[in-house]
DNA sequence: GCAACTTCTGAGCAGCCTCTGAATGGGCGC
DNA sequence: GCGCCCATTCAGAGGCTGCTCAGAAGTTGC
């Protein structure tokens, strides 16, 4: 057991081919988005440093030799895309996940993520975050995982992340974004008790100033379409959160 | 035998993957409540030490290089994200249990429990609070114990934490959650008599102003639940207190 | 610029959980 | 065997949690 942090989700991580764990460079001149961005990829059994400006981020990628670098747009420096280029040229197999703010230039985005390279706009829940850069790496090649790919089971529940497509005994389930990220964060964790706090801090933009209500409020949208008219698969625990599990499971 | 001071409950100690015990850093402004923790945690054959200030909480968490660190929210100095950010930028691995107020949870916590730390709200339990860290120190790979895992045993009553599900000989009993607390100290104190008194400090809340009677209550739809129809398990020892027992037990 | 959809707030309701008080039962010392 | 005290259980009040509905505001796509 020489992983520095065993994964906390049910699901086996994400490494790279020769086993070691994915490595990834957080680069936000805000400390706490990168510490909470960190903190969650952390989670998921990578490895990751941060850096706050562009200078320091290239240094940082010179020694660290990520395999993706998640990167604001917006740095006290710089711009995320002279990075981008600088870092390149460095490593040209790195995989950058760019964090931008809403109306920002959508089209000069769009011209780098063709690339192969992907973002995502502020504010942005962390679900998100992780999603996309698990798509990243998968096509990068890093897809030394233990489960099968970008297709979630829990009993008759399939979820397929690419295609955002989602089947319960081969019906489709068609969710909104907010139903299917939830969906997505329970399903990854099956059979675990995750918190409402939990839930709003993984599922929601980090911006998010709302009540915990919110979560019962589409954990009961969900059920509607999930379980509908079927034996439920998501349960209430009251007083400590929400699980999802497979109907025959115990 | 050389621990710094045995282990009060029955399970093995969870250690540090090189045996030796995990280390907990307190900080809480309040003397009495960081006395209060830190008594709960020694017994769980934890080496602890306690700080009051942010300043000072610093100073310790480099002199100890914790594997985990209890922090109020509410510092005289700073607050505990600031505390946080610059315990991760001196020491990555270690985990944070945030101890907040009730109503001081939504605004700022979002997004800082999503990587592996987490947070209880005060007032709690002493039961919860050990129960979350050992869940921290497991999911952060300190998962050396020699029991199995997050499933706690004895005879053919099975609790399994994380799903907070509990089963006698394989079927459900469903529990609310003080009866659930209540269960899993008993549980994880077996063949040992536990006082009403020591069941009131450590399961309910530490501003709880009521009589023992309530644990009485408690045992008694405990057992109207765990053993109903059956041989019984949990046992009274009059003038003592109560403890738990596989039915083969002895 | 309109229509459809999505997201979130607020309020009401139902059921559960917790705790108090009191009555009943049972063990143990004397 | 008696009485006391500890333990158990019942019944019910009150508070709290979670679920749902309805509607307002914002967003997206055409």
Redesign the interface.
């Known amino acids: 057991?020489n992983?520095?942090?065993?994964?906390?989700a049910g699901l086996p991580a994400l490494t790279r081919p020769d086993g070691t764990p994915v490595r990834v460079l957080v680069v936000d001149d805000d400390?706490?988005l990168a510490?909470?961005l960190?903190?969650?990829l952390?989670?998921e059994g990578w490895e990751?440093r941060t850096a706050g400006d562009g200078a320091s981020a290239v240094t940082e990628a010179r020694e660290l030799m990520p395999d993706a670098v998640v990167l604001d747009v917006m740095l006290p420096d710089t711009d995320g895309f002279a990075v981008l280029r600088t870092l390149h040229t460095v490593h040209p197999e790195v995989c950058v996940l760019f964090l931008t703010a809403r109306d920002a230039v959508e089209d000069r985005i769009a011209g780098i993520t063709a690339g192969g390279d992907d973002y995502v706009t502020k504010p942005f829940s962390?679900e998100e975050v992780v999603a996309r850069l698990r798509g990243l790496l998968r096509r990068a090649g890093m897809a030394r995982q233990l489960d099968e790919g970008p297709r979630l089971t829990v009993g008759d529940l399939v979820m397929d992340e690419e295609a955002r497509e989602v089947t319960r005994g081969g019906e489709l389930v068609e969710l909104s974004p907010t139903e299917f990220e939830l969906l997505r964060f329970l399903m990854r964790n099956p059979?675990?008790?995750l918190s409402k706090?939990?839930i709003?801090?993984?599922v929601w933009s980090?911006d998010?100033?709302g009540?915990?209500h919110v979560v019962e409020l589409y954990i009961s949208y969900l059920r509607k379409k999930v379980d509908a008219g079927r034996e439920p698969m998501i349960h209430t625990?009251?007083?400590?959160g929400y699980?999802i599990?497979p109907v025959t499971g115990?």
Chains 1, 2 share one sequence.
């Open positions: 057991m992983t520095p942090r065993s994964r906390g400390p706490d510490e909470v960190s903190g969650a952390r989670y990751v962390l059979r675990r008790v706090a939990q709003l801090d993984r980090y998010f100033g009540q915990a625990v009251r007083g400590a699980l599990k115990r």
